[in-house]
């Protein structure tokens, strides 16, 4: 399935992925802090700093830190090993988890993204603060594209299942969008024990990004149809469940009642074809 929409709008995407990368610095991710340097190496210009401070919100790290651990806890207990994750970023998930020479990781983004992610590695492999390894690929793809898409399982074992990722890219897509993403993900998933992990498909998330407001979903029975009337089956796993394993909020000195209420209606979801 070809790109149907504008390339601006992706474009205004493409620096979330460091917002992102910043929050999970302060929850102190394995690889986060070294990601995060590489990218002010290779991006930042004299007297100009590379994220803007007001996209640098503290407050808002226990939030990303959930989300990065709830999907790691989500890949563990479907017993996952092949790993498609779209719309990488500048995730750090693809670099802990292949220490483990059992996974094969694929990350895709969209090109100018993930030929910095590929510069970060080699750059942290040059440093030896991350070993080489054979079992991890950045691959340039986009979402939108079924081909780009299936070109990358060429790196998997088709004999074993996959899991697919996509961490924060629902919320730019509006739903014409999110149904061609959706479209093209089932198409991937061949065996009943694929996944497909999602995040962002809450109704009320904590940043409103005026830009994309309206790609929202309106209420969870709407959110619940529109995924049913594609074939998927739902599973919710719960912010709150992983808030005993989070590091950012004593850091942040943040209260329980607070982290509850960052946490509230929010969710990881898995879904089956
Ligand atoms: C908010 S960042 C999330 C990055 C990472 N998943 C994380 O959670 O830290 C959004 C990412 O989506 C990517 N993106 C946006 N539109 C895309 C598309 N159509 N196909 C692939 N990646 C896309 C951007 O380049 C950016 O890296």
Same mark, same amino acid.
């Given at each position: 399935?070809?790109?149907? /929409?504008? *390339?601006? $709008?992706?474009?205004?995407?493409?620096?979330?992925?460091?917002?992102?990368?910043?929050?999970? /610095?302060?929850?102190?991710?394995?690889?986060? =802090?070294?990601?995060?340097?590489?990218? #002010? $190496?290779?991006?930042?210009?004299?007297?100009?700093?590379?994220?803007?401070?007001? %996209?640098?919100?503290?407050?808002?790290?226990?939030?990303?830190?959930?989300?990065?651990?709830?999907?790691?806890?989500?890949?563990?207990?479907?017993?996952?090993? $092949?790993?498609?994750?779209?719309?990488?970023?500048?995730?750090?998930?693809?670099?802990?988890?292949?220490?483990?020479?059992?996974?094969?990781?694929?990350?895709? *983004?969209?090109? #100018?993204?993930?030929?910095?992610?590929?510069?970060?590695?080699? @750059?942290?492999?040059?440093? =030896?603060?991350?070993? &080489?390894?054979?079992?991890?690929?950045?691959?340039?793809?986009?979402?939108? !594209?079924? &081909?780009?898409?299936?070109?990358?399982?060429?790196?998997? *074992?088709?004999?074993?299942?996959?899991?697919?990722?996509?961490?924060?890219?629902?919320?730019?897509? /509006? %739903?014409?969008?999110? @149904?061609?993403?959706? &479209?093209?993900?089932? $198409?991937?998933?061949?065996?009943?024990?694929?996944?497909?992990?999602?995040?962002?498909? !809450?109704? !009320?998330?904590?940043?409103?990004?005026?830009?994309? !407001?309206?790609? %929202?979903?309106?209420?969870?029975? *709407?959110?619940?149809?529109?995924?049913?009337?594609?074939?998927?089956?739902?599973?919710?796993? =719960?912010?709150?469940?992983?808030?005993?394993? %989070?590091?950012?909020?004593?850091?942040?000195?943040?209260?329980?009642?607070?982290?509850?209420?960052?946490?509230?209606?929010?969710?990881?979801?898995?879904?089956?074809?």
């Amino acid at each position: 399935m070809k790109e149907t /929409t504008n *390339d601006g $709008q992706y474009q205004k995407s493409l620096p979330t992925a460091l917002l992102t990368a910043y929050e999970k /610095t302060i929850a102190n991710i394995p690889f986060s =802090q070294d990601i995060f340097h590489e990218l #002010e $190496q290779i991006l930042m210009s004299p007297g100009k700093s590379m994220l803007p401070e007001e %996209l640098r919100i503290p407050s808002i790290a226990p939030y990303f830190e959930a989300r990065h651990k709830l999907i790691n806890i989500a890949l563990l207990e479907n017993g996952a090993t $092949q790993v498609l994750e779209i719309a990488a970023g500048f995730s750090s998930r693809g670099m802990e988890l292949t220490n483990n020479p059992k996974f094969t990781y694929v990350e895709v *983004d969209l090109a #100018e993204n993930i030929q910095l992610k590929r510069k970060v590695f080699q @750059a942290m492999v040059l440093k =030896q603060r991350i070993s &080489s390894r054979k079992n991890i690929f950045f691959e340039d793809g986009n979402a939108l !594209d079924f &081909s780009t898409l299936e070109t990358t399982m060429k790196h998997f *074992d088709k004999s074993e299942p996959v899991a697919i990722i996509a961490e924060g890219l629902l919320r730019y897509l /509006t %739903l014409q969008e999110k @149904a061609i993403v959706a &479209s093209n993900v089932k $198409q991937l998933l061949e065996k009943r024990s694929d996944i497909w992990i999602i995040s962002d498909a !809450d109704i !009320d998330l904590n940043r409103r990004i005026e830009d994309f !407001d309206l790609n %929202l979903f309106t209420s969870s029975n *709407d959110r619940k149809r529109f995924f049913e009337k594609l074939g998927f089956g739902v599973e919710e796993y =719960q912010y709150m469940r992983i808030i005993s394993e %989070l590091v950012s909020p004593k850091k942040l000195g943040k209260t329980d009642e607070e982290i509850e209420r960052l946490f509230k209606n929010k969710h990881v979801y898995v879904m089956r074809a």
